[in-house]
Each structure stands twice: as structure tokens, then as C-alpha cells.
């Protein structure tokens, strides 16, 4: 058998005639692993984000974290002043209404708004009193002072602790795991698999890490439900036949094609089709010990048939491994994986049919049929 000519596959000369918007459209999930599903007719959203303020305010985008945190504090002060300001006319203590000379406010020096807001300023930041000051003449003004140093530390301790989650989350570890632009299917241990490369770009290690797939497609129930993204689940596995890879380096995992497989009656040859491959890595950061998650997800234009991979590591002339992440993406065609036992349900699924109908056929007379129908 002649060995296949290999021929480099650049992904930016297959995607450069295709409108980008039309994959963005088809996609349930973007190439870095974002949804791209939009939420309508959802009934008291408002209020239902309310409900979950922590998660609201994680999830919030920085510009609107940074103001939502600075309008926090200058409305609070701003709130209290007024509340001081009330207090000072209810007391008396302002200078348009003249009062005696033995008159003891309830704030020193508090004769205006501007005033009032500057003593809620120094109160809430702990600067410490000078020219203005509480005294002991109003047990109401002690019991504001109290009630405002308390809800304004909770808010204080609510507004960091999610400024310190958002910045803690896994997220920014997650773009550091690179998935191959393409998926290709090719021979793998004389079977046909169809195959991603995942790789670490951070010497830090993910521990537990798991692979797993899932195909969305649209589906006919036996009772003539029209589902139109079923969920399928494809299993990936990798050469070391681990649980947890060791992804040191990048790897290759593999999901073979057979009978099991829910690309049985996919036409994968042709490159066509409405289905999604939806990709997903989990492991465990191992320096925060936080739980990262990432995705991506394949269109049938997206998995190559009838190649593989290109080799991406080395060894230095010093001895080390050399990861060369130019090469990640590049594949190689190589020979047209050989049709398994059932193989031809890889192909056509009009073929499917047909094959599963003569089978049922034969079933019936009693009589054994080998049923194959030829791709020529």
C-alpha cells in the first residue's frame, strides 16, 4: 500500500471564503466556549437577578463593577448626610435658626448639607473626628452613628468579597487551555476515531482532568416528538487510557467510530450536515485547588476527514521537550479511514435506512442477511 502524501492544512485558507456570520448563527456554543443562546419571554427576570445579587454582581462586566462599586460609597455617604443634615434642623443646630449660646449640638460644627455630608464621610472611612465631631447631647445622633457604621460595613464586606471572587475565578485559567481549531478523523490503532488535541499553556497542572463530548442534533422521537437540539453524549479517551490524562503536554483524545458511537448515522465523510460537537474539559486548578471548566465546539465543516494531526513536540538539542504550538493546528492528510464493521453508517444516512430496512426484511423470511450498501 502506497503511503499517503502528506499535505499541510492551513485552517485559515478553509474558513477565509465562509461568512463568519453563518457559523455564528448555527452555533450553540462560540469557539471559545461562550453561549450563544439568547434568553427571551424569561417573566420577572429583574427580579429574579435580584434575588441572586451575588451571582449578579459577579457576573457583571468590570466597567459596570467599578462604578456600581464607586457609586456604592458616594451614595452612602451622600444617604447619611442627609440623614445627619434632618437631625441637626430637627435639633436646632443650624445657624439661620439662631440658637443660644449654651446651645450644645448634637454634631459639632455641622451648620450645612456640605457639612452633614462630610461628617457621614469621615464617619463611614474612620478617618478620625477634628473640627467636627458628635457629642453627648443627642442619644438619637449615637444610635445613627452606630446604625451607619454597621450597614455600611456589611455593604463594604459584600462589594469586596465579590470584587475578590470575580478576580479568584477560574476563568482567566481557562484561556490558558487550547483546544485545536479542527477536529479530523483518521485510522488509530486499526480503528477509525475521530479525534481533538487539547493542551496546557501554563506549567501549572490540572489535576483530575476529563474529557468529555456532546452532540446536538436535531431529532425524531418514536412518538413524532421533533426535538430540535438532542443531547448525545461521546466519550473521548486518550492513548495512556487514563481516567485523568497527565496534561503536561499536549494530547491527543480520541472518540472511536463504531456501532456504539452517536456519529453512527452521521454523514461525517461529506462535511455537512445540522449537528454541533460540543467539547468539554474539567480538572482542578492545582494552585488554587478551584474547579475550571472548558469548552469549545465543532460544526461538521469543522471535522476533517481523512486526516491527523501534525507532531507538535520535540526534543531540544539540551535534552528538553519542546512544545511547538505553531504546529497545533496544522494536521496532515493522510489515507481515508478504512469502513469498519458497520462503518458504512458513518456515511450517508438515506444508506441507513435502506441497510436496517433490508436487514428487517431478512428477519422476517428467517434468513440471516449481510447487508452493505457501496459509498461508489
Known amino acids: 500500500m502506497t503511503s499517503a502524501t502528506k499535505v499541510y492544512y492551513s485552517q485559515t485558507t478553509q474558513t477565509e471564503g465562509r461568512p463568519l456570520m453563518g457559523l455564528r448563527r448555527r452555533r450553540v456554543l462560540t469557539k471559545d466556549g461562550r453561549s450563544n443562546v439568547r434568553m427571551e419571554h424569561i417573566a420577572d427576570k429583574r427580579f429574579l437577578y435580584l434575588k441572586d445579587l451575588w451571582t449578579t454582581f459577579i457576573d457583571m462586566q468590570w466597567r459596570y463593577k467599578l462604578l456600581l462599586f464607586s457609586a456604592t460609597f458616594a451614595g452612602t455617604w451622600f444617604a447619611f448626610g442627609v440623614v445627619w443634615y434632618l437631625v441637626a434642623v430637627a435639633h436646632g443646630d443650624l445657624l439661620e435658626f439662631e440658637p443660644p449660646a449654651n446651645h450644645t449640638p448634637c454634631v459639632m460644627q455641622v451648620h450645612t448639607l456640605t457639612g452633614a455630608f462630610l461628617f457621614s464621610l469621615e464617619s463611614q472611612t474612620t478617618i478620625g473626628y477634628g473640627f467636627r465631631y458628635i457629642s453627648e447631647e443627642c442619644p438619637l445622633a449615637i444610635v445613627l452613628l452606630i446604625a451607619q457604621l454597621v450597614l455600611t460595613t456589611i455593604l463594604e464586606i459584600f462589594i469586596t468579597g465579590t470584587f475578590l471572587a470575580k478576580i ?207 459509498n461508489v
Open 168 to 374: 479568584a475565578r477560574p476563568k482567566k485559567r481557562a484561556e490558558t487551555i487550547k483546544f485545536s481549531q479542527n477536529a479530523v478523523v483518521a485510522q488509530h490503532e486499526g480503528k477509525t476515531c475521530l479525534m481533538v488535541r487539547v493542551a496546557n499553556m501554563r506549567k501549572s497542572l490540572l489535576i483530575g482532568c476529563q474529557v468529555t463530548g456532546k452532540l446536538l442534533r436535531p431529532h425524531l422521537t418514536k412518538e413524532g416528538e421533533n426535538l430540535r437540539l438532542n443531547q448525545l453524549n461521546v466519550d473521548f479517551q486518550v492513548d495512556t487510557s487514563s481516567d485523568s490524562p497527565f496534561l503536561i503536554l499536549p494530547l491527543t483524545f480520541y472518540h472511536v467510530l463504531d456501532d456504539t458511537s452517536p456519529f453512527r448515522d452521521v454523514a461525517l465523510r461529506a462535511g455537512d450536515g445540522d449537528f454541533e460537537l460540543v467539547v468539554i474539559l474539567s480538572g482542578t486548578v492545582e494552585s488554587t485547588s478551584a474547579t475550571c471548566q472548558v469548552r469549545t465546539s465543532y460544526l461538521p465543516e469543522e471535522i476533517l476527514w481523512g486526516y491527523e494531526f501534525s507532531p507538535a513536540i520535540s526534543l531540544s538539542a539540551s535534552g528538553k521537550y519542546v512544545a511547538d504550538f505553531s504546529l497545533f493546528d496544522r494536521v496532515v492528510q493522510v489515507a481515508a479511514p478504512c469502513p469498519q464493521r458497520g462503518g458504512s453508517r458513518l456515511g450517508d444516512p438515506e444508506k441507513v435506512k435502506l441497510e436496517e430496512s433490508l436487514r428487517e426484511a431478512g428477519d422476517r423470511e428467517g434468513t440471516a442477511l449481510s447487508v452493505r450498501i457501496s
